[in-house]
């Protein structure tokens, strides 16, 4: 082949291929947004009327409002059932599993699953409702609420 051969041949060549690359990109490109890798996290209704909060807005804050609500009740004993987390839990245990994290696709564990994000409130606190018990005597808090002068939670009162 002469030159002129080679440069038509090696157009020709170059358009197959932009050709070939386009058309694979394009059945990629479909096969992705007919079925994402992810399955996005389905999530059970809660059994309240209304959450404290819209839900968009608790998607995104709910961790620092239970932190809040966290430190409103360890470090000033102030108890405030609308934002505890024992609330969150008797609305949005699951019908199957009565817990908010014990399957895959509970309430905290299928977003929080979905989001890579570990859920370690339940470290310490249960993730079912239960029935409350009093705080033991011998808890950490139960020395610091008697030297502020304030009453232990009676029993039935307690948010773990």
Known sequence: MNTPQRRAFARRAAALLALA???WSGAALAQAT???R????VIEKARGEQCVADPA???LNHMDLLKHQRNETVHRGVRDPRASLKG???CHASSATGSVAAAPTDFCASCHG???VKVDCFECHAS????TTALPANHPISARLAAMGQPLPAQGTSTR
Do not use: G
């Open 34 to 36: 007919a079925s994402p």
């Open 88 to 90: 969150c839990i008797e």
């Open 21 to 23: 690359i386009a058309a």
């Open 57 to 59: 807005f608790m998607r």
């Open 114 to 116: 979905y989001a890579a």
């Open 38 to 41: 992810v399955p996005k996290p």
């Open 128 to 131: 079912k409702p239960t029935a």
